[in-house]
Nanobody, 127 residues
Framework: QVELVESGGGSVQPGGSLRLSCKASGYTMSGRCMGWFRQRRDKARELVASIYTDDYTTYYDDSVKGRFTVSLDTGENTVYLQMTSLKVEDTAKYYC????????????????????RGQGTQVTVSS
């Protein structure tokens, strides 16, 4: 049985930090993209960060570059999203997702549909 379970969401003030975790069960951690999508109010779901399992190549949406860091612990089958300098506009439900594809296809330009994803975790940034 395959499963993605997120944790680590919460409420934080602008400028604060949070770390999201996603435990993947039942997946072979090779030849696939692991990523974080988010859905903001009245916006389409979007990929903000991803990592390729085989070479740890990372990709980021321009809106989070320099502030978010995605990482992968293949031994623990866990992908992380470290979020710093959070802004009000980062408020969203964040979903962990995975898909079998080539490294180049993990970028936000090509990975536009979440496919297998978890239930999501809410991140709220407000003063």
């Amino acid at each position: 049985q395959v499963e993605l379970v997120e944790s680590g969401g919460g409420s934080v003030q602008p400028g604060g930090s949070l770390r999201l975790s996603c435990k993947a069960s039942g997946y072979t951690m090779s030849g696939r993209c692991m990523g974080w999508f988010r859905q903001r109010r009245d916006k389409a779901r979007e990929l903000v960060a991803s990592i390729y399992t085989d070479d740890y190549t990372t990709y980021y949406d321009d809106s989070v570059k320099g502030r978010f860091t995605v990482s992968l612990d293949t031994g623990e089958n866990t992908v992380y999203l470290q979020m710093t300098s959070l802004k009000v506009e980062d408020t969203a439900k964040y979903y962990c997702a995975t898909d079998r594809r080539s490294s180049w296809a993990c970028s936000p330009r090509y990975w536009t549909t979440a496919g297998d994803r978890g239930q999501g975790t809410q991140v709220t940034v407000s003063s």
